[in-house]
């Protein structure tokens, strides 16, 4: 889990790029990038490291470029290295992509394009994009945009190609009045200013400049330019949209004081179980009232009733959540539980246990492999049904 900013409007793209990044900076990160458009050119400047190596190599440049994209990588094709960090370009050098996610047939899109004459110079799944849509623009005919821009009509045959759990922003040098974005199960939100527009990871990113905001569906792509905000389907159609105001405090995923995000999260934990947990309480309840539980979690009953088994797909801390979960559900519900890296169960999948129920851990609740595994096991069952 990484993060994605962009920009496009009336100000300095890369000191707006550079505060969203730091305020997405409790998703962790290891390297980060930038990528500008300024007078027919696009600047790239990356750094391995803390955001603070980045800041090092832009200050001293003056930038006044008004649109830019830029991300902190969390690595998972690629060791954290200079040349592995995003934003990737096309052959040219003009067009610059950075993704949130995995791209999971990459190596065959990267032999196809080879094939074709595409160079690559870095390690990662993510270089693919760039060169794909290099590749469609450079085959675009006038006939093929039907009303939609050749840099978003590139891009959607581009996304249309890749198989995988990503989010991507794309600027070109050539198309100097847009920035393109796509969701496809990886989190994208469009933050709408007076001239301006925002793309991000996650709101934080937004709010000092804006509260209205427009979260992005899987399968969908957008083109935001000075003149607006167009959303699309992967199949092309235009996409009717309206943005939602938030009315929540942006301070809340400040670190407040604390040295680390992590420190700040071990204080948090009790009032977030408290929080969490008063959703779920039936205030009504009093002890004694055998119709009742004091804890709701709106499952039907039928469902409950009938389980005989239950499995958890969890990475990382969250697996170690699951496994104190799974004492629990067996020590007070008498049911066998198996908790499974989601990442190893997406690829070989335990065998199908009739009446079992399956649960998701995941902490950001943005985990690929978990989201991945979720939607496997039920497309699996489903298919057994
Ligand atoms: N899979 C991509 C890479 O390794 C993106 C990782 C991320 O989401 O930061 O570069």
Redesign the pocket.
Known sequence: ??GIVGYIGTRPAADILMDGLRKLEYRGYDSAGLATVLEGELHCVRAKGKLQNLQDKLDGQENPARLGIGHT??????KPEEH?A?PHRDGSGRLAVV????IENYRELRETLKAQGHQFTSD???EVVPHLIAQYLSQLTEGDLQGRSRLLEATRRAAQDLLGAFALAIVSADFPDELVVVRQQAPLVIGFGQGEFFCASDTPAIVPYTRAVLPMENGELASLSPLGVEVYNFAGDRQRKHPITLNWNPIMVEKQGFKHFMLKEIYEQPGVVRTALETYIDNAWAPGQADRTPVQLGLPDDLLNGLDHVQVVACGTSWHAALVGKYLIEALANLPVLVQYASEFRYSPTPLIPHTLTIGVTQSGETADTLAALEMEQTRRAAHA
């Open positions: 889990m990484c990588r969390w690595a998972t094709h690629g592995n995003h993704q949130n996610g995995i990662t799944d993510t």
